[in-house]
């Protein structure tokens, strides 16, 4: 009996030992997880964070041997890279790439504009302004890339936007002349799939058109929701001529909209530039307003949300960014800003932002493309003479990149 019960007493004390042992791993585990990966609260400026790998290195730059005009990912899977004269596809998430350029087909050493449009990874547009011949060229293809019809749009100086809401139906807007702060546009509709185009909207600068857009401001982007209802943004570089224009006809007549700016950021000394609403569905849509400071070089950014297809609009707290970035979002909820220092990400529709330090050089020509909640690529040209392009890729989400050399 008596050796039963030491028995028992050192199993007993063997077994607290083990539980505190394993309290102290796993508190100590979530100060270091809870250190490196935080979610951060966006009412103030984000603190520096640990990187989440610890990495002290830098990724070992790739200099490409091509110019990057422009790179297309599709899907995960689907891509494509646009340089002076040549189409690359990838069918593979980027590691192998294939020719695919139409036949007398030519970018040209300046492109004047390059916008797409893919509804899915088969149908897509892809259209390319040519100042020096005054027309687009729009290149469609069914079968995902591997072959492409051909068209011009004559008379065209520079292409601006362009968007597709199914197979048929899609707008294209042109750049067609213009002074300083002043532009003149041009709208195209197809109800084709891009085989006709008919001018539907110009805003000429000599006379005053009911329903057209104004002569004044820069005209950017152009995102519509349905067959009908769509939107353009207007930026006159004045505190009460940075609006949306929106047309309720299919693009024939704009008028403009009110923003919905908060009371406290109407107050700041700041000019305000803001983006073009981007629509996940008939009823959901995210656009954003930056602020930026006089004296600074920080931004204030704020996110509106719509659940009810544009009619009202949500604001988030702001959040501070230091230096040149880029936004975009993928659903309603998430969505990343990539600054020249950091990578901030949000999960729920920036209510709050995590800040992730890169291994990458993130100082140049940069521009970024999210594919879905782990992928993203980022293009970077140097600042240098030699303007070298170098193209990084994501799978997890920002916290590591690796660097893709293009071999033709």
């Not at 892809?126 to 591997?146: F, H, Y």
């Not at 909209?257 to 995210?286: C, Q, R, T, W, Y």
């Amino acid at each position: 009996m008596d050796r039963r019960r030491k028995h028992m007493v050192r199993w007993k004390l063997v077994s607290i030992i083990v539980l505190v042992g394993l309290t102290l791993f796993v508190l100590l585990n979530f100060d270091t997880r809870y250190k490196d990966k935080q979610n951060l609260s966006i009412e103030t400026e984000v603190p520096a964070t640990k990187k989440i790998n610890d990495k002290t290195d830098t990724v070992k730059e790739v200099k490409q041997s091509l110019a990057i005009k422009c790179i297309v990912m599709v899907d995960e899977r689907l891509g494509f890279i646009f340089e002076e004269n040549d189409i690359l596809r990838t069918i593979d998430g980027g590691k192998t790439w294939s020719e695919v350029t139409p036949a007398k087909y030519s970018i040209g050493k300046l492109p004047d504009g390059i916008v797409y449009d893919f509804i899915n990874c088969n149908l897509g547009w892809i259209v390319i302004g040519n100042t020096d011949e005054l027309k687009a060229i729009i290149l469609k293809t069914a079968d995902g890339g591997q072959t492409w019809d051909v068209k011009e749009l004559n008379g065209i100086r520079n292409v601006a936007a362009l968007d597709f809401i199914d197979q048929n139906n899609g707008w294209l807007m042109a750049n067609t002349d213009g002074a300083l702060g002043s532009e003149v546009v041009e709208i195209f509709y197809t109800k084709d799939g891009g085989d006709n185009w008919i001018k539907i909207m110009t805003n000429e600068p000599d006379k005053e058109t009911l329903g057209a857009l104004p002569f004044a401001g820069h005209k950017y982007g152009i995102s519509f929701r349905d067959i009908k209802t769509g939107w353009i943004v207007v930026d006159c570089s004045g505190a009460d001529e940075r609006m949306f224009y929106i047309t309720r006809d299919g693009g024939y007549t704009w008028h403009a909209e009110e923003l919905p700016i908060p009371k406290e950021m109407e107050l700041l000394n700041a000019d305000l530039h803001i983006s073009l609403p981007k629509f996940f569905s008939d009823k959901e849509g995210v656009f954003w307003g930056v602020f930026l400071e006089d004296t600074k070089d920080k931004s204030k950014i704020v996110f509106f949300q719509t659940k009810d297809g544009g009619a009202t609009w949500k604001s988030s707290i702001p959040i501070t960014v230091s230096g040149k970035f880029m936004i975009d979002f993928i659903n309603l909820q998430e969505g990343w800003i990539i600054s020249d220092q950091y990578i901030y990400k949000t999960k729920n529709g920036a209510r709050h932002w995590e800040q992730i330090t890169t291994d990458i050089n993130l100082k140049g020509n940069v521009k970024f493309t999210l594919v879905n909640s782990n992928i993203g690529w980022i293009t970077r040209q140097d600042t240098s003479k030699s303007g070298t392009w170098h193209l990084y890729k994501t799978n997890d989400s920002g916290y590591t990149w690796s660097e893709i050399e293009i071999k033709k």
